[in-house]
């Protein structure tokens, strides 16, 4: 009966559901974060590799 008792307190607990609506919320944050970064990090590089190409240009 003890057994039991916990599996229906296991079962109607919400403690749960909350843990896994934060981890999927923080998988989407990191997962937008992720993106946002790489998206810049690219732009910067083309950034910088046209100043370069820029600046050997006109040194030369």
Request: hydrophobic fraction near 45%; glycine fraction near 4%; include cysteine.
């Amino acid at each position: 009966m003890k057994y039991l008792a916990r599996i229906h307190r296991l079962l109607n607990s919400e403690d749960g559901p909350t843990a896994v609506e934060y981890a999927v919320m923080l998988a989407l944050i990191v997962v937008v974060c992720l993106t946002t970064i790489q998206t810049l990090g690219t732009r910067a590089n083309s950034t910088f590799s046209k100043v370069s190409s820029s600046l050997t240009t006109a040194s030369s």
